[in-house]
């Protein structure tokens, strides 16, 4: 059925859950538009993500929703889910995760899959937003607002815009003024390739899942990719500016940043020689990952015009936010889960507003319906933001503390235990 009378739904970002919102509106014959700062489909030298694990409440079940699951299980990588916890030293090495039903595919191939299932001519790229204005001041009315891009191009005339553009969302500013917050952890980036000197080593230890080790103020995931080979994450307890040019982990001087890390007196100088190898062979070049995290104070009610300036959440009409741009927080397994599950809610409450009603005969009953449609989105999706960010900063202190693997190990071992009993 075509909904082409409610005029075009905006999407800025191309992200998983950008485009499985496009996805899901192709499947019901929604209008839209998919904006993307990418300038092609084309992978650029741009990060584009390590691997994901996708949860069957959350994420598979957006994909099973848009018609994908078929097009998912050709590339999930079941025999994947295992996660090898260890303290810096190798001791207390256990594996966990062997019946999870969470199957890992790459950030690209999720990205890809998804492009496919789309018509081309619905995703606009080189399009990265500048800023969004409002036309008229004293209208709420969301074909107001204006789209401007980096380009110098704009767009407007929307009945409906998402935000999907990542945790630094140019559309989140309608809604907050909320910003992201360092968290004071940092992941560096690098990875292994399949003629890598302690290839071998880390096919040994991780196999085709993950492998975490953890320091008081150091961590290293290590991590296989569809083509097999290993990207590395070196996490740090660090300043925000550390990977920066000049400073300690300047990343374009490879040399001095890799002594940083294994000199004596540097972040992994302490660490097992088995560990620290994983170190000293990454190659590069290395990418920095500073990890934000809104506060989660944006979430709590609001009570009076006073609190936009404390930075909570003042819905506007015609505007959503899903993923990152809603609720980043430090990764904890559930971020593009999150994301993805935001789009399906989204998409259901437009269905349900919407839907084949032929009252709908005019742009105001149109608009109205998609209004009520986010005011159910945002229902649903501010008290589960509230609680993933909650559940994020909880496993922060879990996953950078002293003791932080003896901890993760008992952790693991009681959920295990638990899930035994409930057979």
Request: hydrophobic share 40%; proline share 5%.
């Amino acid at each position: 059925m075509s909904h082409s009378m409610l005029g075009p739904i905006a999407i800025v970002g191309g992200g998983p859950c950008g485009l499985t919102l496009a996805r899901l509106l192709e499947t019901a014959g929604f209008d839209y538009v998919v904006f993307e700062r990418d300038a092609t489909a084309k992978p650029t030298p741009r990060f584009q993500g390590g691997t994901l694990d996708l949860h069957p409440e959350t994420g598979q079940e957006a994909l099973r929703q848009a018609g994908l699951s078929a097009e998912f299980e050709k590339l999930a990588r079941r025999d994947a889910t295992t996660m090898t916890v260890q303290d810096s030293q190798g001791n207390l090495r256990t594996t966990f995760g062997e019946t999870r039903d969470a199957p890992e595919i790459d950030r690209l191939q999720l990205r890809t899959m998804l492009l496919d299932s789309i018509p081309a001519h619905r995703i606009r790229w080189g399009k990265s937003l500048r800023s969004v204005e409002k036309n008229s001041k004293e209208s709420s009315d969301p074909s107001n607002w204006v789209l401007r891009f980096s380009d110098d191009t704009t767009e407007s005339g929307f009945s409906l815009i998402v935000g999907s553009d990542g945790a630094w969302s140019k559309v989140r500013q309608i809604i907050t003024p909320a910003k992201p917050q360092y968290s004071g952890k940092i992941f560096i980036e690098g990875r292994l390739s399949l003629d890598n000197p302690v290839y071998n080593a880390a096919l040994e230890m991780v196999g085709a899942g993950n492998s975490l080790a953890i320091g008081a103020e150091q961590s290293l995931v290590v991590q296989q990719m569809a083509d097999r080979s290993y990207r590395v994450y070196m996490g740090l307890v660090a300043p925000e500016n550390i990977a920066r040019p000049g400073g300690e982990l300047d990343l374009t001087d490879m040399g001095k940043a890799r002594a940083a890390m294994l000199a004596p007196g540097g972040h992994f100088d302490n660490w097992a020689p088995e560990l620290r190898a994983f170190v000293e062979a990454a190659e590069g070049p290395w990418r920095a990952w500073p990890l934000y995290r809104m506060d989660p104070d944006v979430f709590l009610p609001v009570t009076g015009t006073e609190d936009r300036d404390l930075g909570r959440w003042f819905s506007s009409p015609g505007v959503a936010l899903l993923g990152d741009a809603a609720h980043i927080s430090i990764p904890n397994g559930e971020g593009v889960n999150q994301a993805m599950y935001d789009a399906l809610v989204l998409f259901e409450s437009i269905s349900r507003e919407v839907g084949a009603d032929a009252r709908l005969e005019s742009d105001e009953t149109r608009k109205a319906a998609l209004g009520r449609a986010v005011v159910a989105y945002e229902a649903e999706m501010l008290p589960r933001a509230l609680e993933h960010l909650l559940h994020s900063i909880e496993d922060e202190g879990m996953f950078w503390g002293e003791d932080a693997a003896a901890r993760l190990v008992q952790m693991f071992n009681k959920m295990a235990k638990q899930s035994h009993q409930d057979v």
